[in-house]
């Protein structure tokens, strides 16, 4: 243990409170070995940084202490030496997720640029079909009034047929007489239903998590303030809130969740960190 390490007093803080580290384990949800090794400086088999630094926070507001002492600690023991070195490592995770952002937007440029071009062919295609040469009309026909004559008509089943008898030849010529067929009527157009929709979450709200791996959780509601959890595989933890629920996620692969009864979709990639808000 280092001379002057800042758990030192963290650990006389639990045993003035009359807590042993099993309680302390047992209400926060973090292993006995973490809160030993917060305590004794030792972080030689931490899990990740993004859970480490979520067990420190909790412990520091179980005990009401600053966790910053031992926050600077833990990032000395794990290779970052000052805040410069700090400062440069989130640099390159924002570029590279800058990068992995970038290269998404490349992707959907040249799609969308594909749809457009394929939309300018179609419409050139079909401009030009618009503009081809409509072919020629018939040529007109005079129509030479005919003698007056005594017509006939027969009707044979549904279809009539007129016999004309024509004063100057006597010829009959059969034409026949076609009914006139209603138009149909126009079907009206269909209604579209809409289902769903956007816009904001109205509460009240009851949010249910289930980890499937170990998850750092962080949760307030109803402006209240913030709550940090640690959840282990197969734990469930239930949110009730009237009006907002705000949520961040130390793994948001990890962690299911179902809102109001509904299934949510993925949180995120495992090892994700993430923030959601529920209502307004």
Known sequence: MMPGYA????????????????????????SCRYIAGIEEGNFGDFPERVFSTGFIRTYAKFLSEDPGPVLVEYERSIGIRDDSDMAAQLRFGWVERERERGSRRATYTVAAGAVLLLGVILSWVSLHNERRPLPPAPSA????????????????????????TS???????????????????????????????????????????????????????????PIDVMLYPGDKISIHAVKRITLKLGNAGGVTGTLNGRRLPPFGERGQVRKLSFGQ
């Open 7 to 30: 758990g030192l007093s963290w650990k006389e803080r639990r045993e003035s409170m009359g807590k042993t580290i099993d309680e302390v384990s047992a209400d926060l949800r973090i």
């Open 141 to 164: 026909v005079v129509a030479v009034p005919p003698p007056p004559a005594v017509g006939n008509a027969e009707k044979t089943g549904d279809n009539a047929v007129a016999v004309l």
């Open 167 to 225: 004063g100057v030849d006597n010829v009959a010529a059969p034409i026949p007489l076609r009914e006139k067929t209603p138009p149909t009527p126009a079907e009206p157009a269909s209604s579209v239903t809409a289902v769903g929709g956007s816009g904001p979450l109205v509460g009240p709200f009851q949010l249910f998590l289930e980890a499937s791996e170990l998850t750092w959780v962080m949760y307030s509601f109803d402006d209240g303030d």
